[in-house]
């Protein structure tokens, strides 16, 4: 079974602070994701990873950044939280696609960040 | 550009009543149409994909289809642990998944 962990499932940090959050997948996945979830809106790709130290921006990466050190692991960072990144956050991993297809994504349970 | 629309938004059956979700998706080269169910406050859990037009799967009581243009979720006699929001997502390129807003489902005994 494909496994996928948030380091946190709920989260309340300041205007300003630095907020990290990791996730983890045990399934050698190479690629993994970032999304933020919010009402009416759908999933929305922050940012993409394809192998180690490998990133491509998604559809909304500012005010964010990440980092791939090791291939299990994949973190989110938000350098000076606002108030307009209170979101659900979820991570997700998929295997890289191969012969014109594309895989299925396995998502962590999500992190709910209230900025105040 | 790419778009995925799912309708209903909102569906409520009673237990055993079966009906369908859509999923209309406008994708330039469709590289797996997905279904995933998601809980209240839970990540999303993978249902289906599908590849081609004509394609179908089932499990339990859920069965996908795909056509070119959309794909459908029928739920057959559907229980109250069905509830859950359903959402697709339309894969292209090397690595997007666009996903649509989901159907929240109710279904009561």
């Known amino acids: 079974d494909v496994k996928v962990t948030q380091s946190s499932r709920y989260l309340v940090k300041r205007t300003g602070e630095k907020v990290f959050l990791e996730c983890v997948q045990d399934?050698?996945?190479?690629?993994m994701f970032w999304y933020r979830q919010d009402p009416g809106l759908g999933l929305r790709l922050i940012y993409f990873s394809y192998d180690v130290k490998m990133k491509e921006k998604g559809d909304i990466p500012e005010g964010y950044s990440v980092s791939r050190e090791k291939k299990e692991r994949f973190s989110l960072i938000l350098e000076s939280a606002s108030t307009n990144q209170t979101s659900m956050y979820l991570c997700a991993s998929s295997l890289w696609a191969s012969g014109g297809a594309l895989y299925e994504q396995y998502f962590g349970p999500g992190t709910r960040l209230t900025v105040t | 550009e790419d778009q995925v629309t799912q309708s209903p938004e909102a569906l409520r059956l009673q237990e055993g009543e079966s009906s369908s979700l859509n999923c209309s998706y406008t994708v330039s080269g469709l590289r797996g149409l997905f279904w995933y169910r998601q809980d209240p406050g839970k990540g999303p859990e993978f249902l289906f994909t599908l590849y081609s037009a004509g394609e179908e799967k089932e499990k339990e009581r859920l069965k996908a289809t795909l056509t070119k243009k959309e794909s459908f979720l029928h739920i057959t006699a559907p229980k109250p642990e069905d509830s859950a929001t359903y959402l697709c997502?339309?894969?292209?390129?090397?690595?997007?998944?666009?996903f649509g807003t989901g159907t929240r489902l109710k279904v009561l005994a």
């Open positions: 399934m050698d996945h190479e690629n």
């Open positions: 997502a339309a894969g292209s390129g090397t690595y997007k998944y666009i």
